[in-house]
């Protein structure tokens, strides 16, 4: 069963190896339940971006593009004001490589091979962190007579 949060959230996949993003899109789409919108590139990502960027819950970006890197197209959405979560994902596991990330804006960093359940739950624990709240009804308070 799918969380309301997670289930059809639009979410925005930039990976270029073509084996690596159709197996994230049929994860992110068949077991996640989002509705995914794939590019292979920084310069497609920032022409939806600009189109229809605001629609989108969370972005999954891939580090290495062939027209560019994955944390600067992250640094380029925090600068234009976007504040959707960014998940990175990345053959480059080392510290100064991950703490690029987070310096570029990510939410997270996840190192390739990675587990699709992992990508799943890390995916929702950001939607979870950003999705609207609903404000708690003050509790009622009886006064003795």
Do not use: N
């Amino acid at each position: 069963m799918h969380s309301p949060i997670v289930m059809h959230s639009p979410i925005l996949l930039v990976e270029d190896d073509a084996d690596v993003r159709s197996l994230l899109f049929e994860a992110l789409t068949d077991v996640g339940g989002f509705l995914v919108y794939t590019v292979e590139t920084v310069g497609a990502a920032q022409a939806l971006m600009a189109g229809c960027g605001d629609s989108f819950a969370a972005a999954v970006l891939d580090v290495g593009l062939p027209d560019g890197d994955g944390r600067d197209l992250c640094a380029s959405l925090r600068r234009q004001g976007f504040r959707l979560p960014v998940i990175l994902l990345s053959g480059l596991g080392g510290e100064d490589d991950i703490v690029r990330g987070f310096e570029a804006g990510a939410d997270d960093y996840l190192v390739k091979p990675f587990g699709i359940a992992e990508l799943l739950a890390r995916l929702a624990a950001q939607l979870r962190r950003t999705a609207p709240q609903a404000r708690p009804t003050p509790a009622r308070i009886e006064r003795a007579a």
